[in-house]
Nanobody, 124 residues
Framework: QVQLVESGGGLVQAGGSLRLSCAMS????????MAWFRQAPGKEREFVAG????????DYADSVKGRFTISRDNAKNTVFLQMNSLKPDDTAVYYC?????????????????WGQGTQVTVSS
């Protein structure tokens, strides 16, 4: 059974930083591209960042470019999202997602597995 378990969310002031982690079990992690999505109240789930299965390719939503960094450690079956210069608009539930194959996708329905989500709240 596949499990994705996120951690690292919390409450932070604007301008602060958080690091999210997502650990996968039950599958061969290195054969999955990974991504982070987020969903704010009343809004659709949106792509935040993606990383290929080797880590050699990454992409970001325009709203987080230059502030967020996605990375992965295939030896530890974990993907990370370093979030710096946080803004109140970044407040959302953050989800990690896995899709089998080399490259990430931008649409939620392209992903095979999802974590339970972790709340990130940025106060002004």
């Amino acid at each position: 059974q596949v499990q994705l378990v996120e951690s690292g969310g919390g409450l932070v002031q604007a301008g602060g930083s958080l690091r999210l982690s997502c650990a996968m079990s039950g599958r061969t992690f290195r054969t999955y591209a990974m991504a982070w999505f987020r969903q704010a109240p009343g809004k659709e789930r949106e792509f935040v960042a993606g990383i290929s299965w080797t880590g050699g390719s990454t992409d970001y939503a325009d709203s987080v470019k230059g502030r967020f960094t996605i990375s992965r450690d295939n030896a530890k079956n974990t993907v990370f999202l370093q979030m710096n210069s946080l803004k109140p608009d970044d407040t959302a539930v953050y989800y990690c997602a896995a899709t089998y194959g080399l490259g990430y996708n931008y649409r939620p329905n392209e992903y095979d597995y999802w974590g339970q989500g972790t709340q990130v709240t940025v106060s002004s």
